[in-house]
């Protein structure tokens, strides 16, 4: 990994004033993505994948509705790139010759496709067909080890379709574990789609820092005796803690925003409610609870989980500074619903079931 990021302790030891939440602990991974150039032997957010090449890339067959008309997909990778460029060069030139030949490529795809509008010929670059998906991270053990592969595989690999699918009008996921020894021949130039129904549906390349925490239930997961308790500003008292001025009033919040699960993009731990209330997932084959396994974060913290923010980014935290073009709490420029997450769950039993996700 390219870059550190330390989350500060906790302040407070919750399970010192509420001995009842340390059965509850979870070991989750922050993943800390930020902005880089990742290759397929890293793990990364919105990198390219160590795909083999005799394996056939994941298609959506799902239904398009946008098709043709949102965000173009190899462009805005292309104007990433650049702009991180220039940001860590100012005075480079305004497009290099690589740059400039694939600007000119899409430049003709969408006079091709302009020219099929008007002549009402189709196109051969409409999406009415399966659309190719995106890659949205890669994982490998080494850097995230609480993840449980099947058989000897040592590398997860999540895409999606970038485009809002009903009913629940999110993106389609897919899940892909293998060895990433048995690789040998990688995939060069994967399809692409041709657009997008938001940009924020397109990772930008973002290189990990891995970080273990541990976390605790949101209080919606927790009974309602427990709830009560966390509200009680008595029983903080008691336990010689004082809550944070802001939480006089509601020790519950100090709770849920200081000291519950972490925001951001990270591997294992406890959903992160709000949004809704607690929705179990269970296993479509064997009917288990299922797990979360990855969260998908629109953003690494917001106004209510400062105390979240890696002492290597309250600097720029506190003046909005950007790194790489980009401000450290949307380094991944992902959007999932109203900028919440998207979780991915998977069976206990075996992570060869299928997967779930969820908006929350």
């Keep these: 990994m390219s870059h550190v990021r330390t989350t500060p302790p906790r302040p ?71 702009r991180d460029r220039l940001e860590r060069d100012p005075h480079g030139p305004e497009y290099t010759p690589e740059e400039r030949a694939a ?87 994967p399809p692409e789609p041709l657009d997008a129904d938001y940009e924020g549906y397109i990772p930008k390349p973002c290189l990990l820092a891995p970080e273990r925490i541990t976390e605790y239930p949101n209080s919606l997961d927790l009974d309602k005796d427990l709830r009560e308790s966390l509200e009680d500003r008595s029983r903080w008292q008691a336990a010689g803690v004082d809550v944070d001025p802001r939480y006089a009033e509601y020790p ?28 179990r997932r269970f296993c479509s084959v064997c009917d288990t609870q299922m797990v979360p396994l990855l969260t998908i974060a629109s953003f690494e913290w917001d106004s209510a989980t400062t105390g979240w923010i890696p002492y290597e980014d309250q600097a720029a935290a506190a003046v909005g500074g950007r790194v790489a073009g980009r401000s450290p ?9 109203s900028t919440d997450n998207m979780q991915l769950y998977v069976c206990p039993v075996s992570p060869d079931h299928p997967h779930t996700d969820l908006i929350q």
């Design 12 to 82: 407070v030891d919750v399970t010192a004033v509420f001995p009842e939440l340390a059965p509850l602990a979870r070991a989750a991974i922050r993943l800390h993505p930020r902005a880089g150039e990742p290759s397929v032997l890293d793990s990364s957010v919105g990198g390219p994948l160590l795909w083999p090449a005799d394996e056939p890339w994941p298609h959506c067959g799902g239904v398009h509705p946008g098709s043709g008309m949102s965000v173009p997909v190899a462009e805005r990778r292309l104007e990433t790139a650049r």
């Design 103 to 189: 600007k000119e490529r899409h430049e003709s795809v969408w006079a091709e496709i302009a020219d099929a509008e008007l002549t009402g010929t189709a196109s051969p670059w409409d999406a009415d067909g399966p659309v190719p998906m995106l890659p949205v991270a890669q994982l490998y053990l080494r850097d995230v080890p609480l993840m449980r592969p099947p058989g000897q595989a040592d590398l997860l690999q999540v895409l999606w379709c970038p485009y809002d699918h009903e009913p629940d009008w999110k993106p389609a996921t897919a899940l892909v574990w293998r060895s990433a020894a048995a690789v040998t021949d990688v995939l060069s130039a």
């Design 252 to 279: 519950g919040s100090f709770y849920s925003d200081e000291l519950a699960d972490s925001p951001g993009w990270k591997v294992g731990g406890w959903p992160p409610w709000g949004r809704t209330d607690p929705y």
């Design 329 to 337: 709490v949307q380094p991944t420029a992902v959007e999932v619903g």
